[in-house]
């Protein structure tokens, strides 16, 4: 039971490691942007344009969900650059997040499974 233990202990501070690196990467200083950037493309449906023979219009946008609704942003082309750069932050601090949550879930599992068998009745059922 002892090299059991001694395993799982090291399976916990393997888990808390990840965690540590997690915190790291998430408490960066860098902006970020929630939504995502795309490039949007469209009919206007006016009879003579260009767009019905298959030239759509082309815009960049910004998309993110607000009180329940998406949200177009239009993104100039002098801004798309940056923006890119705080939606891609963004992200990957979501992605972070949720591997933190995934994480901390799984040591906290640990932990109790190994309390679970560390754990004696005192005092003993009779019987």
């Known amino acids: 039971m002892k090299t059991k233990l001694s395993r799982e202990r090291r399976q916990l501070w393997r888990l808390w490691g990840r965690a540590e690196r997690l915190l790291r990467l998430m408490q960066g200083a860098e902006p970020i942007c929630p939504g995502s950037l795309y490039l949007l493309r469209r009919r206007c449906g006016k009879s003579s344009c260009r767009c019905l023979e298959g030239k759509l219009h082309e815009t960049w946008v ?48 640990r932990l109790d499974a190994m309390a679970g068998k560390r754990l004696r009745h005192w005092p003993k059922p009779k019987g």
């Not at 993110?64 to 942003?73: D, P, T």
């Not at 979501?94 to 599992?109: C, H, M, P």
Request: aromatic residues 6%; without cysteine.
């Open 62 to 109: 910004v998309t993110r969900s607000e009180q329940g609704r998406v949200r177009l942003y239009s993104v100039p082309g002098e801004d798309r650059a940056a923006v890119r750069r705080l939606t891609d932050e963004y992200r990957t601090w979501q992605r972070s997040r949720a591997a933190l949550v995934k994480t901390i879930g799984e040591l906290l599992r």
